[in-house]
Nanobody
Framework: QVQLVESGGGTVQAGGSLRLSCAAS????????IGWYRQAPGKEREFVAR???????????DYADSVKGRFTILRDNARSTVYLQMNSLKPEDTAIYYC??????WGTGTLVTVSS
């Protein structure tokens, strides 16, 4: 059974940084696509970043335009953990952040609050 457990959320001032972690079990992270989504209060869940596996063992990252250049998705396959490094945070980054694999597997989320 696939389980995704996020951690690392908290409150930070605008311009600050946070690193979120997603511990994945029940799957082989090395050959899995995995991503981050977020949901702000009163808004729909939206895509943030994704790390995609290719058969050449190269991982491709893509990002929402709103976070490009500020956020980085990293993976540690040996620890079966994916990270979201968030720099230059803005108040509009405030949301619950979710880890995702495929259409069916989601973590319970971790709250990030960015104060102005």
């Amino acid at each position: 059974q696939v389980q995704l457990v996020e951690s690392g959320g908290g409150t930070v001032q605008a311009g600050g940084s946070l690193r979120l972690s997603c511990a994945a079990s029940g799957l082989t992270l090395r050959t899995s696509d995995i991503g981050w989504y977020r949901q702000a209060p009163g808004k729909e869940r939206e895509f943030v970043a994704r790390s995609s596996w290719s058969r050449s063992s190269i991982y491709y990252a893509d990002y929402a335009d709103s976070v490009k250049g500020r956020f980085t998705i990293l993976r540690d396959n040996a620890r079966s953990t994916v990270y979201l490094q968030m720099n230059s945070l803005k108040p509009e980054d405030t949301a619950i952040y979710y880890c995702n694999v495929g259409p069916n597997y989601w973590g319970t989320g971790t709250l990030v609050t960015v104060s102005s």
